[in-house]
């Protein structure tokens, strides 16, 4: 099961964070940008190549380090078919790194859509009878919103084909609070979809006693995110908000359990442009990424358990 397969790697690299692919332009070293569009010109493909090649670089310097990437497919999406090949070619080559690839597209819909959605994603498309895999990621997230036809489909793919999901419950947006807060017979709305997860992923435990459903629990919330995983017993969390979006370790601690795992903590921007905060040579971008996945990973290993696989 991919949840299993992102908590043995989590263990290995004793490092329960994942870096966020979300590349715009302005965070791609000049240098990298010219060399695109020197060979595909001011278009579409010129752009996606230039994000292409800023990621492999990442890739290439954090895959010892840093156990998953996930790629927000609106970053692509944005530059048409291009930016779709340039997220497909990012997604394979970290797989062929030995990366896990948690792909965030929080995707919500029901019925034969949901099943397209989760096919496209995390399944296996057929063409006259032939098998072919839409995009290589491990695990999706999701919007669990329009209830359990929403989430359905993808727990059938999840158990055919070993994957997972990660559903939103509690994000660390300003105005999440606005509806996920709000009170159903006395409970906040985030915390019954948090007993939803844990209800959908209930058939599908793995060995570390964590299922193919996740969920999305922000670090700008550190109360509601110690109360969740007190609740949440069986479902892993992918955790926003660190760094950029104001999140310390102190802060996603609550999200881990007696044996430091539970949790996988994400860094977007703060990884990614690491070489700008520096203000070091551009050609170091990945050599400063590095650095700070390494400098996150003894942060949050400051002030968590010791990461072991045992129950």
């Known amino acids: 099961m991919s949840m299993d397969l992102l908590i043995e790697k989590i263990a290995e690299m004793k490092n329960p964070t994942v870096a966020g692919l979300d590349p715009k332009l302005s965070y791609v070293p000049e240098y990298l940008r010219e060399e695109a569009f020197a060979q595909y010109g001011s278009t579409l493909e010129g752009a996606a190549q230039a994000l292409l090649a800023f990621n492999k670089g990442l890739i290439d310097a954090l895959c010892d380090i840093v156990p998953a990437v996930k790629p927000q497919c609106a970053y ?6 291009p930016g779709v090949k340039a997220l497909y070619e990012t997604m394979s080559y970290a797989k062929e790194k030995g990366m896990v690839v948690i792909t965030d597209g929080k995707r919500n819909d029901i019925g034969t859509t949901m099943e397209a959605y989760a096919t496209g994603h995390l399944g296996k498309t057929e063409v006259n009878g032939i098998l072919y895999q839409g995009f290589p990621g491990d695990c999706l997230t999701v919007n669990g919103y329009l209830g359990t036809d929403g989430i359905k489909p993808l727990l059938q793919i999840c158990r055919e084909e070993d994957k997972g999901i990660f559903v939103l419950v509690k994000t660390s947006n300003p105005s999440s609070g606005e509806l996920q807060d709000r009170l159903i017979d006395g409970k906040p709305v985030y915390e019954l979809m948090g007993e939803m997860c844990e209800g959908w992923g209930a058939e599908q435990v793995g060995k570390y006693g964590y299922s193919a459903v996740g969920a999305v629990v922000g670090a700008t919330y550190p109360q509601q995110l110690e109360a969740l995983r007190a609740k949440m017993p069986h479902t892993f969390f992918l955790v926003p908000g660190y760094g950029a979006q104001g999140g310390g370790a102190k802060d996603v601690s609550y999200a881990f359990d007696q044996n430091g795992l539970g949790a996988v903590v994400n860094s ?19 050599g400063a990424a590095r650095r700070e996945a390494i400098r996150m990973r003894e942060d949050i290993a400051g002030v968590i358990a010791p990461i072991s696989l045992s129950k």
Not at 76 to 81: C, P, Q, R, V
Not at 268 to 286: N, P, T
């Open 268 to 286: 977007s921007r703060g990884i990614m442009c690491a070489y700008q905060k520096e203000g070091c040579d551009e050609h170091d971008f990945a």
């Open 76 to 81: 692509y999406e944005m530059y048409g078919w």
